[in-house]
């Protein structure tokens, strides 16, 4: 398939249809689309030769040739991109370049414009970077005993960087959605340039002596090698080590690995991952919180519904005193009766003893037998009244005994020892404080008389008032 041009002429005519039909075009028409060609067709390249014919007009763009032994190509680069050049090269130098290809539309000059530059072979910036982490590797600067541990629980965020940058953005968001309630201070630096090195030194320097954060992310956003080469300087490094605040690292995007990775003492791919890596999640907190909320919640109902059994338990073992006095008292009152009752039978069997042995007599008195067992009679007489007199002697012992141990267990008794039986207004006895009310008229009945008395309160739940 033959590739076809702006301004060739439509495929199947002949040369002499094509000459009358074409269309000339312009030189800038010309230029434009070779520019378009070249730039869509080498979108990024490097080139390594020989640089010669550099020239640093007072615009402070460079232009300069790229050659070999056989050819060469014209360069221009930029003031903003050699801006971050470190090292101005020189004639003769065997430099790498990287750039876009295009045409120089004006004069028709193929050209590349560069974006960076370093020495041939392993680049300057490389070099660098190899040799500073060698050094302080050799110093125990990226040792993990040196390293300060993060606070699990931020209580305030420092983090250096630049105020119009993205990485200060991706923090912020991150920390909104996981835990808005943490307060961050920026520090402002510049992230990139000659003048960001100091810059970053001077905003670690204030973070600290600020004296209200208690950990520092130090970082930006992604770039090229030597947009982060300020992290990569010396005085970053020592800057970070001497940090008294933890620090985490978050430079560039999760390829980008710069000095001060090493020396912070937690490093993190990028600064959005930075936040995650220092902040908790208050979402997984609120449901910790809510579970934790449960299990108390269920626990207290356990306990509670066990300590209700127990309670429960203990009030049916918990006898009344009442019943107990009810019960002595009926049972004072049936050795009463038996008491009475035993007396009553006794009395009757010598009454019917005596009434049997008055019969006997009568039926042996005649006068002549009365006359001879007269005296004898007389001494059982006497005999059978001193017996009577020694059982009836004997029965009133026993009798007042009863009566004694009686009087021990009877009511009269139980107000000779201070208590009392008191009646309510309408003479009934009060047996429950809760039948009484303040203001009513009362009386006791004490061992010795009776008192009359007016109710000035009422505790009606078993226990003893106190006295003041």
């Known amino acids: 398939m033959t590739p076809s041009f702006p301004g060739s002429p439509p495929s199947g005519q002949g040369e002499n249809s094509t000459l009358q039909a074409a269309r000339a075009l312009s030189v800038s028409e010309l230029n434009h689309q070779v520019r378009h060609l070249l730039e869509s067709s080498f979108m990024q390249v490097w080139v390594e030769g020989e640089l010669s014919s550099l020239s640093r007009p007072s615009s402070g763009h460079w232009y300069f040739s790229l050659k070999d032994k056989k050819c060469q190509v014209r360069c221009a680069m930029f003031r903003g991109a050699n801006q971050r050049i470190r090292s101005i090269p020189k004639e003769g130098d ?93 520090y402002p630096t510049a992230v990139q340039g000659q003048a960001a090195t100091q810059d970053i030194v001077r905003a670690i320097g204030n973070a600290q002596s600020h004296g209200v954060a208690d950990v520092l992310i130090i970082g930006r956003g992604g770039g090229s090698l030597e947009d982060l080469w300020c992290f990569n300087e010396e005085a970053v490094a020592r800057a970070i080590a001497a940090c008294t605040l933890p620090t985490v690292s978050a ?92 007396m009553t039978q006794r009395l009757e069997r010598l009454e019917v003893r005596s009434s049997h042995l008055a019969q006997r007599l009568n039926m042996q008195s005649p006068r002549k037998l009365l006359a001879a067992n007269s005296e004898k009679v007389t001494t059982i007489e006497r005999g059978l009244s001193t017996a009577i007199q020694a059982i009836l002697a004997n029965r009133r012992n026993a009798m007042e005994h009863l009566a004694q141990t009686l009087n021990v267990v009877s009511p009269l008794a139980t107000l000779g020892r201070g208590y009392a039986i008191v009646r309510a207004p309408d003479g009934s006895i009060v047996r429950e404080a809760s039948g009484l009310s303040p203001g009513d008229r009362i009386s006791a009945r004490v061992a010795h008389g009776d008192i009359d008395a007016e109710v000035i309160s009422v505790n009606d739940d078993g226990k003893m008032p106190e006295r003041h």
Not at 106 to 119: A, K, L, S
Not at 175 to 183: E, W
Not at 267 to 280: D, F, G, L
Not at 284 to 293: D, F, G, K, N, V
Request: aromatic share 4%; with cysteine.
């Open 94 to 186: 065997q430099v790498r370049i990287r750039g876009k290809v295009t045409l120089y539309e004006n004069r028709g000059d193929f050209q590349i414009i560069v974006e960076h530059i370093e020495p041939a072979g392993l680049g300057a910036l490389q070099q660098a970077f190899e040799a500073l982490k060698r050094k302080l590797h050799g110093e125990g600067l990226f040792d993990p005993a040196r390293k300060k541990p993060i606070p699990s629980m931020p209580r305030h965020i420092g983090v250096v960087t630049s105020p119009t940058g993205a990485a200060i953005h991706d923090i912020l968001t991150v920390l909104a959605r996981r835990c808005p309630a943490i307060p961050v201070t920026l």
């Open 251 to 342: 430079v560039g995007h999760e390829v980008d690995v710069t000095i001060a990775d090493f020396v912070a003492d937690l490093r993190a791919p990028t600064p959005s991952a930075a936040a995650e890596k220092i902040s908790p999640d208050l979402g997984h907190w609120l449901r910790q919180l809510a579970e934790q909320e449960l299990r108390l919640g269920n626990a207290a109902r356990a306990a509670l519904k066990r300590f209700s059994v127990q309670l429960e338990h203990l009030r049916t073992r918990l006898r009344d005193p009442r019943r107990d006095l009810q019960e002595k008292a009926q049972r004072m009152d049936e050795l009463e009766i038996r008491l009475g009752k035993a």
